[in-house]
């Protein structure tokens, strides 16, 4: 039997994954110690993965190790659903190899396994669930995100699995003064450095920092914490059940939160039961609340319509390039869209779109120009080393062209 290649697919649920979805694939976002397109090959044990998602986010991924299929030769797959928020209990549980067959949760295409006897040019989607009928079915329990704040509950979790699945060297650079409690459960990778004073606390779960990562003066890491690599934690900071993607550099308080790569929180400021997407920049003094007076469940605007998440504390959700000025004060269960800048201190409204220019002293919100917009992304990515693409500008300026009709 030939083996079947591992395919990520997303489905008509993308939505709901608002604001990050505008940016990244469902596949593409941050859980526990990496994303599901980082650690299916792993949980597989496979050396390649193919990539489908919506059309539109191409430009997006072609420089990168996740270029998009948007045709799908003949061939034997296993097609995942890019919500998945576990894949080591995928792996455990649908196996790469086998007969035909469709993974369903629920009324949700989780897997399929199958021959593809043509090229496939269509919507991946709507084939794979066009072949219900013709071959045989399956339920399965496997955790699906619907919303953002399902990552921020299953993280803890994820951070734990992924710790006890994936050997980590443990040879970084620990200050003398450094405290570790339950060091079995800490994992110091090569070029890392831990500073004087730092506590490590693995009580509650395991710490993961990377190679190339800064743990500052006094800073206290409570876990389960996942720091990526190259991650510069600024002293006297407090992180406890978090995940922060790699090159970013955080200070303050962060508790419960999950931060995609590239995004800065550097000063004091409370933020807690977030979901931050790549490239935002939050000034000093940005706090988020995530608690209602009330103590009764959060209700966020997700594609238009309110969601009582079910939640007692959600904090806020912020898409990528979202920039706020000093002070500014963010009210339990914002959700802020991609590249909108807040300036002028004091409390945001609950939920801004894209591509906003919003006066919180005036309440003035004007559409962001794109070609500014882009001329501080452009800069923005070049502090980090990082290059505004061709694909890049080019999907912002279609993104911006298509936000700008719903204005």
């Excluded at 079995?184 to 890392?192: A, V």
């Excluded at 807040?342 to 919003?358: D, E, H, M, N, Q």
């Amino acid at each position: 039997m030939p083996q079947h290649a591992l395919c990520l697919f997303e489905d008509d649920q993308v939505h709901g994954l608002e604001p990050l979805h505008f940016f990244h694939a469902s596949w593409d976002l941050l859980c526990g110690t990496g994303t599901l397109a980082e650690l299916l090959p792993k949980a597989y044990d496979a050396d390649s993965i193919l990539f489908s998602a919506r059309k539109e986010l191409t430009p997006l991924y072609a420089e990168t190790p996740y270029q998009l299929t948007n045709e799908l030769p003949a061939g034997s797959y296993l097609f995942i659903n890019g919500r998945v928020m576990d894949p080591w209990s995928l792996a455990d549980m649908i196996p790469r190899d086998g007969g035909k067959m469709l993974y369903y949760s629920g009324n949700t295409l989780v897997a399929a396994r199958l021959e593809v006897k043509e090229t496939i040019s269509e919507d991946l989607y709507m084939f794979l669930t066009s072949q219900r009928g013709n071959i045989p079915t399956q339920d399965v329990t496997v955790p699906l995100a619907a919303h953002l704040w399902d990552y921020m509950k299953e993280n803890g979790n994820r951070v734990t699995r992924d710790a006890a699945k994936q050997p980590r060297n443990n040879s970084g650079i620990v200050h003398a003064t450094a405290v570790q409690e339950n060091p079995s459960q800490i994992f110091i990778e090569k070029g890392s450095i831990i500073g004087p004073l730092v506590v490590l606390d693995a009580t509650e779960g395991p710490i993961i920092i990377e190679s190339g990562a800064r743990i500052g003066a006094q800073s206290v890491l409570l876990g389960p914490v996942y720091i990526g690599q190259d991650v510069i934690v600024n002293p006297h900071s407090l992180i406890r059940k978090t995940s922060i993607g790699r090159t970013c550099k955080v200070g303050g308080e962060i508790a419960e939160t999950i931060m995609m790569p590239f995004s800065n929180k550097q000063h004091d400021g409370h933020l807690g039961d977030a979901y931050i997407g790549s490239w935002v920049n939050l000034g000093a003094g940005t706090t988020n609340s995530n608690l209602k007076n009330t103590y009764s469940t959060v209700n966020v605007e997700i594609h238009g319509k309110k969601i009582d998440t079910g939640l007692q504390f959600a904090g806020c959700f912020l898409g990528d390039h979202v920039k706020t000025g000093i002070g500014t004060l963010l009210p339990t269960g914002t959700v802020i869209g991609p590249l909108t800048s807040i300036f002028g201190g004091g409390s945001v409204p609950k939920t801004l779109p894209a591509l906003r220019w919003f006066d919180v002293h005036t309440g003035k919100n004007t559409p962001y120009d794109m070609e500014k917009a882009l001329v501080t992304i452009e800069h923005t990515m070049a502090r980090r080393s990082q290059t505004l693409t061709d694909g890049i500008r080019s999907y912002i300026r279609t993104f911006g062209t298509s936000e700008g009709t719903k204005k």
